[in-house]
């Protein structure tokens, strides 16, 4: 059984006058049709970056070094400019966080969907028009023969994330994009936001890159998770094993960073101490200055993936060794 997206050995550079920075290095993560993945990390840990590159949308100073992306078998680093336009708002739907800088304000709502119904599935006049609704409404727009001629000033934030939503499913898409897609809003309208793109993917069968700092998005949308951080995922597995037994001891922190007494689930806090810069100047391994664990061996040797049942870790702790059941809770760290 083939992926839907299936991303190997990805690199990203950013080059600049003064120095070379890596902040996507070898990411490698699959995601099947119907699928969530979850991308979780703290900010500027590469998850953005990873969709830009995606996407091909990288800025001015960003390339793809290395690395292969499919979707659907096809190779998207082997497409062509127009080619690419075609996959993004057709094949790949996108979301972004602040729908304030991704919707044109001087347009209606119903335009700029119509836009992409035009680009991506050829609609016009009154069958365009009728999509339009038929979008809207899908999404939860009450009233929408009406709102779509309203400019997005006009909708509150849930609402225009709603818009989004609607416009990055009007190319029909196999796989979503959604960078952050809640977290601007409010948290009753972060649930009611997550539930409907969870509902119109089951619907749709389509795939879901799903990029968040917060464990409780996780914790509510998600079936496979990937932990990433500078610039590398250094842990990746389903969900529910996720939550039973994180284990880098980078995961084990971000659960204990939680406020006491919080259900599962909720933004994260740094652990202490920072993240490397990105310069690619690594011997060892990249969360020795924050791990209460590490040992000789991380400071000048790069750990590798180990498996531990179905998960993945890249951790010295875990190589060729078989992990006794009692230490594979979260509790027991
Ligand atoms: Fe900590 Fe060493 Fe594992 Fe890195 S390899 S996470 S420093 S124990
Ligand atoms: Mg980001």
Redesign the pocket.
């Known amino acids: 059984e083939n992926a839907l997206l299936e991303v190997a050995d990805l690199n990203v550079v950013l080059d600049s006058p003064a120095r070379r920075l890596h902040p996507v290095d070898g990411v490698d993560f699959s995601i099947a049709a119907g699928e969530t993945f979850a991308l979780l990390g703290e900010s500027g840990c590469g998850k953005s970056m990873t969709a830009l590159a995606l996407t091909r949308l990288l800025p001015e100073s960003g390339r793809i070094h290395a690395g292969q992306v499919r979707l659907g078998g096809d190779d998207l680093l082997g497409l062509s400019e127009a080619g690419m336009r075609a996959v993004r708002g057709g094949r790949i739907g996108m979301v972004f966080q602040e729908p304030a800088t991704s919707l044109n304000p001087v347009m209606t709502v119903g335009d700029q969907i119509g836009e992409v119904l035009a680009q991506h599935r050829g609609l016009e006049g009154a069958a365009r028009q009728a999509e339009v609704v038929r979008l809207l409404a899908a999404v939860g727009i009450p009233d929408a023969a009406r709102r779509a001629a309203d400019y997005p000033f006009q909708f509150s934030g849930g609402m225009k994330q709603r818009v989004m939503i609607a416009m990055a499913l009007a190319g029909e898409p196999e796989l979503l994009i959604a960078d952050e897609p809640t977290t601007a809003l409010d948290v009753t309208i972060q649930a009611q936001v997550l539930d409907l793109l969870a509902r119109l993917q089951a619907e749709r069968g389509m795939g879901m890159l799903l990029i968040t700092h917060d464990l409780g998005v996780v914790a509510r949308s998600a079936d496979q998770v990937g932990v990433m951080y500078a610039g590398q995922l ?1 842990e990746t597995g389903a969900r529910d094993d996720f939550f039973r037994a994180p284990l ?3 995961s084990r922190k971000l659960f204990a960073a939680l406020p006491s007494g919080a259900q599962r689930g909720g933004p994260l806090e740094a652990p202490e101490g920072s993240v490397p810069v990105l310069d690619g100047d690594f011997p ?5 200055e924050r ?1 209460p ?3 000789d ?2 400071d000048d040797e790069a ?1 590798d993936w180990a498996s531990v049942g179905a998960q993945r870790v ?4 875990y190589e060729g060794v078989s992990i006794p059941r009692a230490l594979e809770t979260r509790e027991a760290n």
């Open positions: 250094v880098h001891p980078y060892g391994c990249r969360f020795v791990c664990l590490a040992f061996r991380c750990p890249r951790c010295h702790l």
